[in-house]
């Protein structure tokens, strides 16, 4: 079945260091994803998103790599912030509409 | 300010008390869904909207009900709420269930504790 999860629980990085937040999918079909971040107390926001037809996708600090050899997906946090401290989810699109599958969630926690 | 809105934020029940979180966005979206978050398990889907008259069911649709009236409203319904539904409860819309990216506006989130 599908599954979507994530490598480590948690990641601890210090100020100014980059992030570098992986998870791994298992439908080989699946043709979109999305990276959300959550702040304690707060709903998921989105961050940024990529189509199974690209590798990698930029967006301001953030970059999303997606491997589908090894259906490996990658969130990289340059030049991270306490700003950025949250949990931050990885999505994987059902096969249909705007359904999504959610990871567990990996907790980054940035080190002054 | 374009916002999806949920009610209660906390709430403590006990089992069997009927309980209703609704679930208001303002940005016209035809989509909407409830998930549920616990440890560990990251947000599973409840139950979903394509749009007005039009739900079904996600990946733990057991002991909810949803109904969907108006475009806005997607309210969710305990009507025997038990302990295993102790849970963070967040509600999410999107412009469109097919097309457009797949953003997903979240709600702030319901604590709900049964006892």
């Known amino acids: 079945g599908e599954s979507v999860g994530l490598h480590l629980p948690t990641l601890s990085v210090q100020e100014g260091d980059n992030s570098i937040i992986n998870c791994a999918y298992s439908?080989?079909?699946?043709?979109?994803f999305i990276w959300y971040k959550q702040e304690s107390g707060k709903g998921p926001q989105f961050i940024i998103d990529?189509?199974?037809?690209?590798d990698k996708r930029q967006g301001q600090r953030v970059t999303v790599l997606l491997n589908k050899t090894v259906k490996h997906l990658s969130l990289q946090i340059a030049a991270t912030q306490p700003g950025d401290s949250a949990v931050y989810f990885c999505?994987?699109?059902?096969?249909?509409?705007?359904?999504?599958?959610f990871g567990p969630g990996t907790r980054l926690s940035v080190l002054p | 300010e374009a916002q999806v809105t949920q009610n209660p934020r906390y709430l403590i029940t006990v089992t069997g008390k009927k309980l209703t979180v609704t679930c208001s966005q303002n940005?016209?979206?035809?989509?909407m869904s409830w998930y549920r978050q616990d440890p560990g398990l990251g947000l599973r889907q409840i139950y979903y909207?394509?749009?007005?008259?039009?739900?079904d069911k996600g990946d733990v649709p057991e002991g909810y009900k949803v109904s969907r009236k108006e475009k806005r409203n997607f309210p969710l319904i305990l009507e025997s709420p038990s302990p295993n539904q102790t849970s963070l409860y967040f509600c999410?819309?999107?412009?469109?269930?097919?097309?457009?990216?797949?953003?997903?506006?979240f709600g702030e989130g319901s604590r709900l504790t049964v006892l």
């Open positions: 439908n080989s079909a699946s043709d979109y």
């Open positions: 999410a819309s999107s412009l469109s269930w097919t097309g457009g990216t797949g953003e997903l506006f």
């Open positions: 940005m016209n979206h035809e989509y």
């Open positions: 990529i189509r199974s037809n690209m």
């Open positions: 999505a994987e699109r059902r096969n249909y509409g705007q359904n999504f599958v």
């Open positions: 909207s394509m749009n007005v008259e039009v739900t």
